[in-house]
């Protein structure tokens, strides 16, 4: 069974090019040589195509991508539309698991043997599976729970966190789409902590009840780079920048093309889009209380509160 279940099949394409578009626009990328993307849960293709599609023209030839899928039929897909589009660039896509081939490997160090194993990615996309380690079979969760010092009914989503880390370049950007509860509720508590520990988040941008998938999915999206070890986590929750966007029938006050576009409003302001909905979008900084499990709020500069 896959453990993916080809998560990034229902990534809606607006949302992907959003996310590709922030990954670009934090990343330094190295001037010579290879430029590394993986996604570990590959799905159909469309997270990596917005991500090469976002990145110059001229840079494609340097280009490298990975992606991992246990799914044999989003893996053939995903490598029609990959190569379709970009015969300059590297395609290596594999069918397997990549928690089951990261343990097989050994951890990062061999991840990618016989594939330049010394580097790390420079670009990890991904819309990591939310479901129960339980459903790998008792061996295999056995094997990834050793390997990550995991206890307790996990999901998965927790793991591939710990996973990009490893495989992530100190100054490589991640874009990760998450559940608006990892971030919030007490149930998130696990992965609030390793995205503080493990990353350097510059931004989370919160979907709440916009229906931008068509599953009942309430959805965040956070875009981090790669933890300096000498960096605290606590210290750069004040620096994490967050926005918020909630439904309301107040009038509106501009107008913007879908939701991801509305998030370019400024703070406190009613965004009407196309469909007639409208929108209240914020713009603030993360809270936390000073504990790296507590659920985020948006702090904002205007009153200081948490909302």
Do not use: C
Not at 51 to 79: C, H, K, T
Not at 124 to 138: E, L
Not at 157 to 173: H, K, N, W
């Amino acid at each position: 069974m896959s453990l993916a279940a080809s998560a990034s099949l229902y990534t809606p394409a607006a949302f992907a090019r959003f996310l590709a578009l922030k990954m670009v626009t934090a990343a330094t990328l190295p001037a010579t040589g290879e430029i590394r993307i993986l996604d570990p849960a590959v799905g159909d293709g469309v997270l990596l195509d917005a991500l090469v599609r976002s990145l110059p023209e001229d840079l494609w030839p340097r280009v490298q991508v990975f992606g991992f899928d246990a799914n044999a039929e989003a893996i053939r897909i995903a490598a029609s539309r990959l190569h379709r589009a970009y015969p300059a660039v590297g395609i290596h896509l594999q069918q397997e698991d990549f928690l089951s081939h990261m343990i097989a490997m050994g951890g990062a160090d061999n991840l990618f043997a016989g594939l330049d194993p010394d580097s790390a990615f420079h670009f990890i996309i991904a819309n990591p599976p939310h479901v129960r380690m339980q459903i790998m079979g008792d061996e295999e969760a056995q094997r990834l729970a050793e390997h990550f010092g995991l206890t307790g009914s996990v999901d998965l989503y927790y793991p591939f966190l710990l996973g990009i880390a490893e495989v992530l370049a100190e100054d490589g950007v991640a874009g990760v789409i998450t559940a608006n509860s990892d971030l919030t509720e007490v149930s998130g508590r696990s992965v609030r902590e390793a995205l503080l520990t493990r990353f350097r988040i510059q931004q989370v941008w919160d979907l709440g009840d916009t229906s931008l998938f068509d599953a009942a999915v309430v959805p965040s999206v956070l875009v981090a780079k790669g933890r300096h070890r000498q960096v605290t986590a606590q210290s750069l929750v004040p620096a994490i920048r967050y926005g918020t966007i909630r439904r309301t029938d107040a009038v509106a006050q501009v107008q913007a093309d879908d939701v991801l576009s509305a998030f370019d409003a400024d703070d406190d302001t009613v965004v009407s889009i196309a469909d007639g909905r409208r929108f209240r979008v914020r713009h603030g900084a993360v809270d936390n209380g000073g504990d790296v499990q507590a659920g985020w709020h948006l702090q904002t500069g205007a009153d200081n509160d948490r909302r």
